[in-house]
């Protein structure tokens, strides 16, 4: 599975950004997809993860409220609409896909696209 990340940059406090995440087009499942986020100096954390049909999600504490995930399997692309975005959500995003079909709040996830910058200045 190749999943390309997509619509990182620049933004001010306050202000949304949404993040896309494609698997390629060879790909004929939907996989549970999930968005991870490393800061400067720090270790990569978990963000968001929707299951299989998007009937399901997961989100850390510091974003419920803030961030919607959500997938559109027709186009094979799941986003990350960001709101109220804070200093504290500069990061690279990363999109992960899982093989398996467990979804629970430790899902493990198997592939890993190339992450995208967010930048948030206050």
């Known amino acids: 599975v190749q999943l390309q990340a997509s619509g990182g940059g620049l933004v001010l406090a306050g202000g949304s950004l949404r993040l896309s995440c494609a698997a390629s087009a060879r790909t004929s499942n939907n996989y549970i997809t999930g968005w991870f986020r490393q800061a400067p100096g720090k270790e990569r954390e978990f963000v968001a993860s929707?299951?299989?049909?998007?009937?399901?999600?997961y989100y850390t504490e510091s974003v419920k409220g803030r961030f919607t995930i959500s997938r559109d399997n027709a186009k094979k692309t799941v986003y990350l609409q960001m709101n109220s975005l804070k200093p504290d959500d500069t990061a690279v995003y990363y999109c992960?896909?899982?093989?398996?079909?467990?979804?629970?709040?430790?899902?493990?996830?198997?592939?890993w696209g190339q992450g995208t910058l967010v930048t948030v200045s206050s």
């Open positions: 929707i299951n299989r049909s998007g009937g399901n999600t």
């Open positions: 992960a896909a899982a093989d398996g079909t467990s979804f629970t709040a430790s899902t493990r996830f198997d592939y």
